[in-house]
Nanobody, 121 residues
Framework: QVQLVESGGGLVQPGGSLRLSCAVS????????MGWYRQAPGKERELVAR???????NYADSVKGRFTISRDNAKNTAFLQMNTLKPEDTAVYYC???????????????WGQGTQVTISS
């Protein structure tokens, strides 16, 4: 089974930075894309950033210019560099892999357990 583990969350003051990591393990045939999502209290889960295998990226308007998604394909790891953090960025951040476990299975979505990011003075 494909497994994702996020790390790097914590408490940061407004204007600060955090770097989230997402390590993918288990039986993996290929990873088509990696993405970061977040869910704030009382709100729906939303896409923050996504990176495809060909290098394309996209970001939510609210984080453009502040967040950067990257991938280390050799280590099956994704990162989210978050700068100039705002209180509105407070949420649980989830990593998602669009992965194919084997050549016999179709590509599916696999989620991490989430990591809390809190921006407060």
């Amino acid at each position: 089974q494909v497994q994702l583990v996020e790390s790097g969350g914590g408490l940061v003051q407004p204007g600060g930075s955090l770097r989230l990591s997402c390590a993918v393990s288990g039986r993996i045939f290929s990873i088509n894309a990696m993405g970061w999502y977040r869910q704030a209290p009382g709100k729906e889960r939303e896409l923050v950033a996504r990176a495809t295998g060909d290098g394309s990226t996209n970001y939510a308007d609210s984080v453009k210019g502040r967040f950067t998604i990257s991938r280390d394909n050799a280590k099956n790891t994704a990162f989210l560099q978050m700068n100039t953090l705002k209180p509105e960025d407070t949420a649980v951040y989830y990593c998602k892999a669009e992965a194919q476990p084997s050549r016999w299975e179709r590509i599916g979505d696999y989620w991490g357990q989430g990591t809390q990011v809190t921006i407060s003075s």
